[in-house]
């Protein structure tokens, strides 16, 4: 019905940048707010950052990736970014993205990808 799929980890140095893609397919009508989760092993998945459809972030980035990680979309491509700077290790996670969709079917549900890894290492 509705497809999230990520693109763009692996493995980065400390200090690195990596951009994280999310591009949105299948039965969409339309799109409200995008986000970008994480769950590091042995952890909860938490959230990073939310972008809404007007690319309104407000204050939703999470303390630990602020100044450092920049959420945007390109609402034509039913696309989400994440640019990531000045990685750390403790950086490293599943990255995962969601959207909450309105399909042309009139359903309105939160939809998932399968997920990215990150890995901040020497």
């Known amino acids: 019905q509705v497809q999230l799929v990520e693109s763009g980890g692996g493995l980065v140095q400390p200090g690195g940048s990596l951009r994280l893609s999310c591009a949105a397919s299948?039965?969409?009508?339309?799109?409200?707010?995008m986000g970008w989760y994480r769950q590091a092993p042995g952890k909860e998945r938490e959230l990073v950052t939310r972008v809404t459809s007007l690319g309104n972030t407000n204050t939703n980035y999470a303390d630990s990736v602020r100044g450092r990680f920049t959420i945007s979309r390109d609402n034509a491509k039913n696309t989400v970014y994440l640019q990531m700077n000045s990685l750390r290790p403790e950086d490293t996670a599943v990255y995962y993205c969601n959207a909450d969709v309105w399909t042309t079917s009139k359903i309105h549900a939160t939809f998932w990808g399968q997920g990215t890894l990150v890995t901040v290492s020497s």
């Open positions: 299948g039965s969409i009508f339309t799109i409200g707010d």
